[in-house]
């Protein structure tokens, strides 16, 4: 086909690279230019006053090993799933249910699960902190009916960072798990229960791995940005929660070391690489990672 | 007797999506054994009717009895009876084995006892070997032969297909018509077949019920819907006919004279009473032509087109009423060229009368019947 197609050929590759100017500019300058930069300046020296030294050194990633460090890792894994295993748990439900509806109520449920984007996260947040503080919204009212009868520390805790995360991140999982709820065949649904299978049968035979596309990248989009999501435990976790996206802050802000935060990023970097390559290992789909 | 037993009794069944009546008052019976069609064109509720047999859709109002037992209360999967999808519906995810074995391991059955039964079936529909191929390296007949087995290792008291051929090219379909009606042969088991394919129906069939506008018009063996229609719409729907207008005038033995547009024609073995008004369907092939007018009732009028359709020659002939008569002839007979004049006429006992409810008060040259405007039925000539 190349031969045939000749200058017309030509032309067309002509055409497609202009039209692909753009776009490979914002991605040069605004993705490839700011992670060369991090990477270079992960293996470089700190300098006075939170400057770098131009000297090439590999300590930020040896000191990085620290037990300290190597608790937060472990626990920011520990707080993804969780929070990624909650988001699956209440989105799953929640987008079979609207799948099932007609257009407009799809339309209107979904729009619901857009709308609080328009809003800053941080506001959110706060909100949720008159809601779940001790003499809170929810506090009042438990103690009120009698369910409780003192106040249950409900933030500035692990319970309150990860009801934040979960919070934060469900509409993530909600939207690729929507999508390949939607694109069930119902005649699938009806042959299920045709030959036999219970309504239990039908879910995990049939619409269970069917959908598991979409359940697999909501996982990616929930677990990963859990790790870097800082300001969500800084805010609802108080100073007790900590994921990686904690400790790149801290030295970038308070410790005023860029190469160690710098070093700390590109390893978070190379995880969400990890991640993204099990994904595709295992048969993932990146237009369902991007195609929401 | 086994035989005659009713295996399916649908009974006074309605069926309303919204304002829309998809389905009224139907009354069928399907006996055990047997091969029935529910043919009609689309949007005709044949597909609705399927699917209240099946569970995927309640009635609105009536009963459905399978094997005696009203099925009101029994959801798709107490049913025994399966579907053989329009598109298949094979479970994208499995293998042709796992689809074939689903309903068997749904049942929870020994897998010594389901490695045995699929076995049998892959040899029933000629699929030996392809166990582990998925659905999608399949072609659309072995496709359809999945989707057969699948649904019938489950001993299903009836099969329901939903025009299953629908989807295949033409000779494959016919080969499908040939292995499926086998099939049924073999197995014994009931079939209640789906298609708007009239000729589908007419060879595959034990009995065929039409369906129009969600009533049903006629329940018969093939070859009386083909020679008996019971109403202006089976005649004119299966086959091609060419129909004409009028009311009996006079009933003497076995032979009717019936009055239409064109004249008064004689009409030999019709139930049809005096004054009754009738439909008289005659089929293209029973349309005789001449050069000469014969004895009793003739049509004159002009070749409009002479098509060659393979195994027939198809003459369109205009009257002077512009009403068009198609003929069919073998192409080997004398054909006319196009506007040649030529005589048509049929034999007494190749004409059918579809008997209507209405009859003609009275006799007169503008007689109602004949002045389209005044008809009472309102329906078009």
Redesign the interface.
Known sequence: MKEKAGLTGRGKRMERAIMAVPVSLWMVLFVAVPIGYIFIMSFLEQGDFSAVKLAFTLDNYREMANPLNLAVFGKSIVIATVTTVLCLLIAYPFAFFVAQKSTITKTVCMAFVMIPFMVSSLIRLFSWITILRRDGILNTVLMDIGLIHAPVQLCYNMIGAVIGLVYTLLPFMILPLYSSIEKLDPSLLEAASDFGAHPLQRFVKVILPLTFPGIFAGIIMVFIPTLGLFFVTDVMGGQKVQVIGNLIQNQFVTARNWPAGAALSIVLILLTFLFIGIYKGCGGSMDDLGGV | MAETENIVTISHVSKSFGSNQVVQDLNLEVKKGEFLTLLGPSGCGKTTTLRMI???ETPTSGRILLGGRDVKES???DRE???V???Y?????MNVYENIA??L???KTPKEEIKRRVTEMLTLVQLEGYENRRPDQLSGGQKQRVAIA??LI?RPKVLLLDEPLGALDLKLRKQMQFELKRLQKKLGITFIYVTHDQEEALTMSDRIAILYQGILQQVDLPRNIYEKPASRFVADFIGESNIFYGYVSEKRGGEAKVVLENGEATISGTAAEPNQIVYVSVRPEDMVFSQEPKDGFTLFGTVKDVIFAGSVLKTIVELPEKMEIKSYTSPRAPSSRIGDRLYLSWEPGSAVVVPTADHVTYRTIDNPVFAPEKRRDGREP
């Not at chain 2, 519906?89 to 995810?93: K, M, S």
């Open positions: 099946a569970g995927f959801e798709p999967y009876v399966n579907t999808f329009q598109n519906a094979l479970f994208p995810h689903f309903g391991t749904m049942k699948r649904a489950n």
